[in-house]
Structures are given as C-alpha cells and as structure tokens.
C-alpha cells in the first residue's frame, strides 16, 4: 500500500503564508538596505550645507529667497540655451 | 567661519541719548566689515529722552516696548527674534565700539566650527576713575591667549571660565535658538554662557572686540550701584558677599596699593595722585561695605533699600511677599521658601535609566531563519558622542566599516545625552568618522526620533544600554564591550548604572577573556570575545634607526585608569639610574609634571605614532582595567613595551608574552623598565615576540568575531524563543 500524497489545505495554506512572509520580510530587508544608503548619499550630498549650518529651508523661507531663485533658474536656462545654440552653431 | 556673515547689532535703551548717536555711528560706520549686511535695532523700554529719536535719525529700526515688560533675558531674545542677521551682537547703550569690532566678532567666530558667541574687552572712557580703568584693563587681560600678557583671541569650552557679558557679546544665530535667553532678572548671559558651553558650544574672546564702556559714577552712587549689584547677585546665584572688619581693611588696603600702582604707571603724582588715592580708599572701602549690605538686602526695610538703591526699588523678604500685615507668628511660618525655578527644558541625565525602570526593555522581534548564520544582517550601531583620537570609537568604527564590506548594512545611531556633540549635523558626524577613524558607508544619525529598527541593536557604552534596551522593532541586542566601565567612576550613581547594563539580558561581546570573566562571573552575562586589531598597514617595522635610551609613554594624565601619576615615579626612579634618559610622553594634549625632563608629543596621528615606535625602546602603557590598542600596535613596530600585572595583559600577551609585567610599585616598575632597556637579549625576544603576536590580530579578524557574536545573539534568541532574562520594570505599566 503505498502513501497517499498530503492534501491537507491548511498546511499547504500555511507553507504559502510562509513563504509569502519569507518574501515580504526578503523585501524589507532590501528596503532597509536602500533607505540606508539613501540616506548615506544624501548625507554625502549635504556634508557642507551641514557642516556650515545652511538650513535650506529656513534660507528660502526669507523674503526675496524665491524670486532670487527664479531669477537664477532663468539666468541658468538662458546660459543652456545659448550653449545649445552655440553648439550648433559650431557643430560640435 | 569664511562665508559672508550678515550681523544684526540689538541695543536695548532707556534714557541712553548720553552715548547712544556715538554707538549707532560707531557701529554704522563698520559696516563694510560685515559683508553679509549690517543692521541695526534699538529697542526702547520707555526713554524719556531723545533716544528714540536718535535711533531713528541715525537710521536704526526702533521698537518701543512697555518698560513693564523688560527683561534683560526676554527683550534680548525678542531682538533677536526682530532681525535676521546670521550674527546677533549685542551692546548696552552706554558701550561704543572701537574701530574693527565687527571684523574682531567675525573673525572670532572663524576660530573654531563650534563657536558659538564670541565677546571682547570693555576699554575705559578716557574720563573713567583709574579704579575702574585698573580694574577692567586687569579683568579683561586674563581672557587673551597666553594669559595676562597675551593678545590673541582664546576659545572656551565646556569645563573653562563660562563668562560672558551683554554689554559687549555677539551669537551665532542657531547657538541662540538652540538656547535662547533664560528669563532672569540678572545675568542672563551668564547663564547662556553655562547652558552653551554645556551644549557643547564654545564661546571665544577677541581682544580687537573692544568696546568704550565703564561704569563710573561719583563716590555715593559708586556705593549704590555696588549694593544693587550684589542684591541682584544674592538673588540669581545666591552669592552672599562675606564681611569681617580686619579682612575688609587689610583688602581695602591692598586694592588701594593696587590702584596707586596703576595711577604711577599711567602718569599720576604730587596732588592728583593723593587725590586719587584718597578716593579710591573711599571706593573700595565703601564696595567692600555695600557689597556686604547689599548681599543682606533682604534684611532691610523696603524704604531703607529704596533710599541705599541706584536703581530705587526694594526687594520682600521670602515669605513676605504679598501679604506685609501678617502676624509675625504667621510670617515665621511662612519664611521658609526658595527661590521659583522652572523645569529645565534639558531632558534629565541619563533618562534612558529612568525609563527602562518604568517600561522595561522593547519586545523582541522573532529573528529570521539563517540570521543566525550567514543571512546579511542590519545591524544598528548605537555610540556614545566621542572626539578624535578615541580609542574605543577607533575600535568600533574599524570593526563596523568591516560589516559593512561583508554585506551587512550597519547604520549609526549617536546618543547624546547631554548634547557634546550638539553642534555637529549628521552629515558632520559621519565625514569625521571617515576622516578620523574609519570609512564608514551607512548612514549617521542623531537621537532616534528616525528609529526603523534594526535586526541587530548594538550598544557600545554603558550610556548607550538602557537606550538600546528600549528601541523597539529588534530581532537581538548585543553589548560590545571595551571596558569594564564601572570601574571608571568613584561611588556614584553612574557606576552603579554601569554595573546594571550587564544585567538587561543582552549577548556581550567583550574586548578580552578578562573581562568576558568578569561580565560572566560576576553578571551571569553571555559572552563571546573579539581581539583587538591593528593596522599593519600603518604600524609595521620601517627598519629605521632605533635609539637605546628612550622610553615612549602613554601620558595621558586625564584618564585616571591609565595609571600615569605611578608610571612618573618608576621613571624618576629610572632616571636616577640611567641620566641619559630619553622620555617622550603623548596621548595628552596637556603637558605633565614630570621630575625628569621629557619631549611632549601630545596628540600625534597614526602615522606619526608609529614613527615614534620605531623610533623609541620601551613603550610605558599601563591601564588599571582592559588592555587598550596601544600596547598592540607599539608591538607590531617592534617595541616592547611594558604594563602592569595582575590586570588584564597577562590574559591577552600571557605572563612572560611580549609585554613586560610590572607590579604595582614604582620601584619595581623602574627595574622592569631598566632591565627591558639594558638586556639586549630580552628586548629582542620580547620585540620579536611581539611582532609575531600581532602578525594574526587584524581588524578583518575583529570583524569575524564580532560578526560571530552578533550571529550567537541571535541564535540564543532562536533557542530562547522569547524575550531575554532582564531587569523587570517597577511600575505596572
């Protein structure tokens, strides 16, 4: 007489919730290692903002922070259109 | 600091037109010192003179506020609210600034990252008594680098004089948010001085940061002011000015011999000397008596205090207040009151101990299957504030950075309980720690109010224990332990909550069998060890010439378990032997008193230590508790070295090992030391013994084995299948 196979359905209910909790904790632990590195390259990024103690947030907050700041996109756009034209002009 | 600084410059006044349009020019006139902008804001409690009027014709903005609501703490904090200037200086009405004050304050800032107020000297007016003009030049000459005859700016910090005065003191904008001025009635900038140089702040003294200021007045009022001044010092600091009739005289006579001194110097003689002389008796001598009385104001009628007064107020007795018809057996009862203090707004010291009294450690999280074997880890790296050159961070970082490269992912967590690293940023903290100890690549992070969790939370101090023990979301907590840390304190509260974070049931992971023997002897701990690494890459022989009569010790006098006063009499007691002695002492900043003449070093780099070992013949490093690096890295540049037994060297070099032992006795310890310099022989052997000691002790092994450790914290989870034996908490909740 040979053994019939397990056809148990919570068993092979709880083999599947483990390894949908094996795959969920495998994601956390990769989203772990993700955030800390982003971290560690917005801290490499930010290293003199740090260590001059520039908070951004409170230097846009001042008065004339944003309109300087839109002047600086606009000057900073106008500098990579002429470099465009420039190039092309140039062929390079 | 080199970025452009934009100043703002706050002057409370009432009735101040005497001096007030000679500031607003002096400082406006400055204004091309502060690149980043000047600005200038006086703030008028009341004035009714023309003040106001000369702040607004001199340009400054001009807030009026009640004189019912001044506050010396409280007005200076709204100025400060009121402008916007990276730097805030502050002046009193009466104190003009001397050209180059602006360029003095922001250079002061530039002195250190960390500097946080910088103030300068008070010059007397050319008018001022020359007891006061004796008194200010004297007072002000002891703040300078170099001491009374210097001249160079100097830097506090925390543990230095914690002086500082309004009349004449600028802030960096976010050292005054952090603190902002306490609301007192006297001496606020004291008390901001003591709070900053707690928070890890320092303040710096620039002797170019002069203002005109001095507080002359005739004799009476001189006398008055003395008893306001010393009433206001009972009152917020509880100083009571001492008072005996032969110490008065002979004090009085002795600051008038002072002042005549002074007064030759500067030119005075014949009638204006006598005259002079005679009112400087009557000053002192009149300061010395109402000091005193002032001190005891409380003692005296309000009309009488009113009448004594410069100021004309009175202050009640405690107990008095309110109600000034109680029956004296009434007022009796009632005399026994304090000062009102508010909450500190500082967490408590050391609260973390507190709350895991109340709470009990975090639940556990369940470890994962192969966390216990190979499975990459998260590994939260808890570490107490440090400085460059710490031993037991170097230690830390070397093994963590190690994690990092084996796949593992360790984040740094910093607890700063009382704010040492208070100034440093994050991104700060972790540059430091690649530049001083090791190239870490997780990231760094301040307090843990960004706490995720972590598979692994590691404490690596005692301080950083019982705030481990409380992070939530962990699979496991291990303890990696340097020293047997109760052992650094005298009878406190603070070696008895050492000794009881071997007890919150975490894995330890120790820096030595002997002191795996005391935490599982004495704790009932779990323990794994690790060895200490070295660097071969920087600490090798170099094959340079080495002299024969040179012991290299480790003075560092600070740290008492380095046993540096006994090491000074075993090499007095060498020096009497071999007069050619050559001692080079480092590990200090700060020079010891040696008997025997020695080549300071004080705090040397890597590179240049293991220059210093290959240079000298005998190596002093002697610790009461757990060996430290030193002795390993001396020994992989060939030097022998010597340390004491019966501690903790026998059980990591053996009894006759690489390291000499000593015993307790200077004496001993001098023929040790003699015998290790004269016997060529041993010196090789212990010399050769020494470099194949260390040849197997990296910090690759480190690593290993306390990766090992961190698998058996989680395998004893595994096998508990619960949270951890630890202390239960008091309190029901």
């Not at chain 2, 004594?308 to 007795?317: D, M, Q, V």
């Not at chain 2, 690096?629 to 060939?638: R, S, T, V």
Request: aromatic share 8%; glycine share 8%.
């Amino acid at each position: 007489m040979t053994a019939e196979p397990t056809t148990d359905p919570r068993e092979a209910e709880l083999a599947a919730l483990r390894a949908h909790v094996a795959e969920l904790e495998a994601q956390l632990a990769e989203q772990t290692r993700t955030t800390a590195r982003l971290v560690a390259d917005a801290q490499e990024k930010l290293y003199w903002l740090e260590r001059w103690h520039i908070d951004l947030d409170r230097l846009m907050a001042r008065p004339g922070a944003i309109p300087a700041l839109n002047a600086l996109r606009r000057v900073r756009q106008v500098v990579w259109w002429l470099r465009v034209r420039k190039r092309r002009l140039l062929g390079g | 600091m080199s970025a452009p600084r934009s100043v703002s410059v706050v002057v409370p006044v009432k009735d101040g037109e005497r001096y007030l349009r000679e500031l607003l020019d002096a400082v406006l006139a400055q204004a091309a010192d502060a690149p980043g902008g000047l600005d200038v804001l006086v703030i008028d409690s009341g004035s009714s003179d023309r003040s106001v009027a000369i702040a607004r014709e001199a340009g400054a903005e001009v807030v009026e506020i009640e004189p019912a609501s001044f506050g010396h703490g409280r007005t200076r904090n709204l100025g400060a609210e009121r402008t916007s200037g990276d730097i805030i200086a502050f002046l009193t009405q009466d104190a003009t600034p001397l050209p180059g004050w602006i360029a003095a304050l922001l250079e002061g800032f530039g002195l250190a990252d960390d500097v946080g107020a910088v103030y300068g000297p008070h010059r007397p007016r050319p008018d001022t008594s020359p007891m006061i003009a004796r008194e200010l030049e004297a007072f002000f000459a002891g703040h300078a680098a170099g001491g009374r005859d210097g001249v160079s700016p100097s830097l506090q910090r925390e543990g230095d004089d914690a002086y500082l005065s309004n009349v004449n003191a600028a802030y960096r904008r976010d050292c005054w948010e952090q603190l902002r001025f306490p609301d007192v009635p006297y001496s606020e900038d004291q008390a901001f001085a003591q709070a900053m140089l707690a928070a890890g702040w320092a303040k710096a003294f620039h002797p170019d940061a002069a203002v005109l200021h001095a507080h002359d007045y005739p004799p009476v009022q001189f006398a008055r002011r003395y008893f306001d001044e010393y009433r206001g010092l009972r009152q917020t600091i509880g100083h009571v000015e001492g008072f005996g009739v032969r110490s008065a005289v002979r004090d009085v006579r002795s600051l008038v011999a002072h002042d005549r001194a002074w007064m030759r110097e500067h030119g005075y003689e014949g009638a204006q000397l006598a005259r002079w002389t005679a009112r400087s008796a009557v000053h002192q001598g009149s300061r010395k008596v109402f000091s005193a009385l002032g001190s005891r104001a409380d003692r005296l009628p309000a009309a009488v205090q009113r009448r004594i007064s410069l100021e004309g107020t009175a202050i009640t007795a405690p107990g008095d207040a309110g109600n000034p018809a109680a029956p004296a057996s009434e007022t009796a009862a009632m005399a026994v009151s304090g000062k009102p203090i508010r909450a500190a707004s500082r967490p408590l010291a050391y609260d973390a101990v507190r709350r895991y009294a109340h709470d009990g450690p975090a639940p556990l999280l369940d470890p994962l299957p192969g966390q216990d074997a190979d499975r990459p880890l998260h590994v939260a790296c808890v570490i107490p504030p440090f400085s460059r050159g710490s031993g037991g961070h170097n230690s830390i970082f070397q093994i963590m950075s190690r994690l990092e490269r084996a796949g593992h992912t360790v984040t740094y967590w910093v607890d700063d309980t009382f704010g040492l690293m208070a100034a440093d940023r994050p991104a700060r903290i972790r540059r430091d720690i690649q530049e001083w100890f090791a190239p870490i690549a997780g990231p760094v992070f301040k307090g843990f109010a960004d706490w995720y969790g972590a598979d692994v939370a590691v404490a690596t101090g005692w301080q950083t224990a019982h705030p481990v023990a409380l992070l939530p979301g962990v699979r496991g907590r291990a303890y990696l332990v340097h020293d047997h840390e109760p052992e650094f304190y005298a009878t406190s509260v603070e070696a008895h909550w050492a000794a009881d974070t071997y007890l919150l049931g975490m894995h330890h992971i120790c820096a030595s069998p002997w002191l795996a023997d005391i935490v599982a002897e004495r704790y009932g701990g779990s323990v794994s060890t690790f060895d200490f690494g070295v660097d071969h890459a920087v600490y090798h022989r170099t094959g340079a010439p080495r002299r024969e009569d040179t012991v290299v010790l480790y003075g560092r006098d600070v740290t008492p378990r380095r046993a540096v006063p006994l090491a000074l009499m075993a090499l007095k007691e060498l020096a009497d032997r071999r007069p050619n002695l050559r001692v080079l002492s480092f590990g200090d900043a700060r020079e010891i008193d040696l008997p025997v003449d020695y080549e300071h070093l004080g705090i040397l780099s890597q590179r240049e230590l293991a220059q210093v070992y290959n240079e000298g013949t005998v190596g002093l490093v002697l610790s009461l508790t757990n060996y430290s690096l030193i002795p390993q890295e001396m020994l992989a540049c060939g030097m022998p070295c010597v340390d004491l037994a019966g501690i903790s060297a026998e059980s990591v070099f053996g009894a006759d090992g690489p390291v000499a032992l000593s015993p307790f006795d200077p004496v001993a310890m001098a023929e040790v030391i003699d015998r290790l310099m004269g016997d060529r022989d041993e010196w090789r052997r212990r010399s050769e013994a020494g470099v194949a000691f260390v040849a197997g002790r990296t910090w690759d092994v480190a690593a290993e084995q306390v990766e090992a450790g961190l698998r058996e914290t989680l395998a004893r989870r595994m096998a508990a299948g619960d949270a951890p034996a630890a202390a239960a908490p008091r309190s029901g909740a």
